[in-house]
């Protein structure tokens, strides 16, 4: 089945611990990027990228990592979350870049104390 | 930069009642695309308008992109309770490589 999964789907975490949402698509897709969502401002990428070991920022990065080794998977790393990342994630991925389809994954919920 | 705004951010409705989300650009679009969010769920594609003036039917909705491809429409005529949820649009600019601009998102409560 074609799909993108998260991982993990929810976490509760303290300020400063380094943490890694893994993201994994099986449709050979060249785009994947990343969106937090939050009440009243709708979905806001954070990175994508365009493929292998291209990637570039969003509207969002500030605080968030990411890194683009392999093409199937598209890792966001948070080094030192705190409070104000609290949010909703999306992996997204599509064949066409921006111009296509987006696959959303089913969303890491994290909550940073 | 490029923003997307759409209204109304909420809006309740009896079911059968007819409903419509409305999607404003800040410049013009290549494309909108079209997604259905369901409580507790992932963005799901549900169309892409590309053509200035171009209207799609689904069923019982109907997308319309502006002939100045800055705005966009959904409509869903007689409303069901499987339609509640958000709906997002989102446009894409038309100069070099252009991200993916999502709107604040649209909630849908259908009363039955």
């Known amino acids: 089945e074609a799909q993108v999964t998260q991982n993990p789907r929810y976490l509760i975490t303290v300020t400063g611990k380094k943490l890694t949402v893994t993201c994994s698509q099986n449709?050979?897709?060249?785009?994947m990027s990343w969106y937090r969502q939050d009440p009243g401002l709708g979905l806001r990428q954070i990175y994508y990228?365009?493929?292998?070991?291209?990637?570039d920022k969003g509207d969002v990065p500030e605080g968030y990592k990411v890194s683009r080794k392999e093409k199937r998977n598209f890792p966001l790393i948070l080094e030192s979350p705190s409070p104000n990342q609290t949010s909703l994630y999306f992996c997204a991925s599509s064949t066409r870049g921006t111009g296509g389809r987006q696959f959303f994954g089913p969303g890491t919920r994290l909550t940073v104390l | 930069g490029q923003q997307v705004m759409q209204i109304p951010q909420y809006q309740h409705v009896q079911e059968g009642e007819d409903f419509t989300t409305y999607c404003n650009s800040s410049?013009?679009?290549?494309?909108i695309q079209w997604y259905k969010q369901r409580p507790g769920g992932h963005p799901v594609f549900l169309i892409q308008?590309?053509?200035?003036?171009e209207v799609k039917k689904q069923k019982r909705l109907t997308f319309q992109f502006g002939e100045a491809k800055k705005n966009s429409s959904l409509h869903i005529t007689a409303t069901q309770t499987t339609d509640v949820g958000t709906y997002f649009c989102?446009?894409?600019?038309?100069?070099?490589?252009?991200?993916?601009?999502f709107g604040t998102g649209t909630r849908l409560l259908v009363s039955p």
């Open positions: 410049t013009t679009l290549s494309n």
């Open positions: 990228s365009m493929n292998v070991e291209v990637t």
């Open positions: 308008l590309v053509k200035s003036g």
């Open positions: 449709m050979n897709h060249e785009y």
């Open positions: 989102a446009g894409k600019g038309t100069t070099g490589f252009q991200k993916l601009v």
